[in-house]
């Protein structure tokens, strides 16, 4: 069945960094778009990122944009998202999901993990 596991969240200051990685199973990884959402408490799903079958093409939400990269690994079935310049809005809980179909007209997933949270706090 489908996996999507995140890890690499933690407590960071701000103007810090983070890598998160979500490690993708029981699919055909590097023929599905990918997508970063994020939640924080209170609120509702927050589209980040997605990109592309190949990590050819990106876009990014305006609130991160310039300082978050999406990329994957399709090698080793895996998600990055590396922040820069973490603000305390940018407190979530982030998961990685499974795009559902193509190209960049939505951001609606099939499958999504269980998330790992990001704190950015001083």
């Known amino acids: 069945q489908v996996q999507l596991v995140e890890s690499g969240g933690g407590l960071v200051q701000p103007g810090g960094s983070l890598n998160l990685s979500c490690a993708a199973s029981?699919?055909?990884?590097?023929?599905?778009?990918m997508i970063w959402v994020r939640q924080a408490p209170g609120k509702g799903p927050e589209w980040v990122s997605v990109i592309n079958m190949g990590g050819t093409s990106t876009r990014y939400a305006d609130s991160v944009k310039g300082r978050f990269t999406i990329s994957r690994d399709n090698a080793r079935n895996t998600l990055y998202l590396h922040m820069n310049s973490l603000k305390p809005e940018d407190t979530a809980l982030y998961f990685c999901?499974?795009?559902?179909?193509?190209?960049?007209?939505?951001?609606?997933?099939?499958?999504r993990g269980q998330g790992t949270q990001v704190t950015v706090s001083s």
């Open positions: 999901a499974r795009k559902r179909g193509y190209g960049f007209g939505d951001q609606n997933y099939d499958y």
């Open positions: 029981g699919f055909t990884f590097k023929t599905y778009y």
